[in-house]
């Protein structure tokens, strides 16, 4: 069932009943397509994708048993609108507590648009090792792609238009759990 409920300009495009419900089918789409989670691990790009990777590995736990570890990616130096001299003063703010190598790492993020976010992380992952294969997991594929990413677990599709935005909210950032898609007059 979609959900999608107008208000003014913006609709709301799922609300927390709705997030949860894909999170747990992204999950169990991750249990099918790996069946060793053992050898996986998840990485949320900041902000929003940490604590969708979050819950992510509680549904797998919770399905499961195994604890999937969980790291944070940090892609503002990978970003291609950043040169090389302001990328060597930015801080990372990376969490990554495990080592990448030979891993299956799933990439996870609360939006892909133009692939850029994605292609940023896969440089950020692959500056800290070899991972067996990488992974995508997005909660809302908006489309409009200037890059050659597919992601492989999708929450929700939304087709938009060029000037609208998605807007991810969660509960550990933002106070609530929620999806809205703004017109191009709010963003």
Known sequence: MSLTTRTGSSAVLLDSTAISRALTRIAHE????????????????????????????????????????????????????????????????????FAVAGKTVILIDDVLCTGRTARAALDALVDRGRPSRVQLAVLVDRGHRELPIRPDYVGRNQPTERAQEVRVQLRETDGTDRVLLLSGEET
């Open 30 to 97: 991750i249990r099918e397509q790996n069946p060793n989670l053992g050898s996986v691990a998840l990485v949320g790009v900041r902000t929003r994708g940490l604590p969708i990777a979050e819950r992510i590995a509680t549904v797998l736990h919770r399905s499961t048993g195994t604890d999937v570890p969980v790291g944070a990616i940090d892609v503002t130096r990978y970003r291609d609108d950043v040169s090389k001299d302001e990328a060597t003063h930015l801080v990372d703010t990376s969490q990554i507590g």
